[in-house]
């Protein structure tokens, strides 16, 4: 009786053995699946997060030498890298009102720099009307000049060419080496003026 008790027993504690090593088998192999599930998830996303990357807005394709942009003296202007090796702060600046560039337009005198739409075209209409009747201007002054000078006689136009010829010589003959150079930079000055607003009316143009 008591070796069939003991077989009892030993055949009992077989069998929740048995039990014990099915359900760690089935754990593992859940924890596995898992495991493997969120493996393959982290990955689509990491290659969906380097696909958005690539889509980045650079003006400056990897390997560009961006020149004139080195803030150091002695070290060679930076070169640009791929796009998903900058922070993705750095791309949140674009849609920054604050810091988005806006859109200029300078036209003679008329600067339509932080103006609506409506107020830059009314600024340009002024502007526009102002230089209108500046020329205006210049082309009576210039008709009545040249009317008075069809009046006059030959000896009377001899003696204004004479007088205008003395005037500039009188003039060309006062101004020191000082008055040279500083007419010189002042006709340089004005010079690069009008190149930056051709500049910046271009670049508005082909912004639009």
Known sequence: MSMLVRALRA???QMVCNRASAAAL???????FRFAHTE???KDASEHAEAAQQDLPSAAPAGTVLSGLSIYKDKPDPIAKPDHEYPNWLWDLLD???IKPK???VVGDVDTTGMSKGEARAALKRGAKIARAAV???AMMEAKEKARLERMTDTQRAALAAETEAKAKAKAES????DTLEEERSQRRALRKSRRDAIKSSNFVRAA
């Open 11 to 13: 055949t009992h504690a």
């Open 26 to 32: 089935n754990s593992y192999q859940s924890h596995a």
């Open 40 to 42: 393959a998830i982290g």
């Open 96 to 98: 920054d009102p604050a």
């Open 103 to 105: 859109k200029a337009l």
């Open 136 to 138: 205006r201007k210049q």
């Open 175 to 178: 101004m020191t080496i000082t």
